[in-house]
């Protein structure tokens, strides 16, 4: 979490994420995008203000 602080006002900011990699072979940029949203979706699922990384051998999305 970040707090800014602007215009007499406070915020808390978070963010969540969803990360793929292209792995081995020819993979499309589409692809890549399908499977950072996938992991992304999962960690908003799981618990919002994380990380999860897409593992494209097995298909699993682990905590990150």
């Known amino acids: 979490h970040v707090v800014a602080e602007g215009a007499g006002r406070i915020a808390r900011v978070s963010g969540t994420i969803g990360i793929a990699w292209a792995g081995e072979g ?3 940029r589409e692809t890549i995008l399908r499977r950072a ?3 992304l979706y999962e960690a ?3 618990r ?3 990380a999860q990384t897409y593992r494209e051998a097995s298909g ?3 905590v990150g």
């Open 26 to 28: 020819p993979c499309d």
């Open 37 to 39: 949203d996938v992991a």
């Open 44 to 46: 908003k699922r799981t």
């Open 48 to 50: 919002k203000g994380t």
């Open 60 to 62: 699993q999305r682990l």
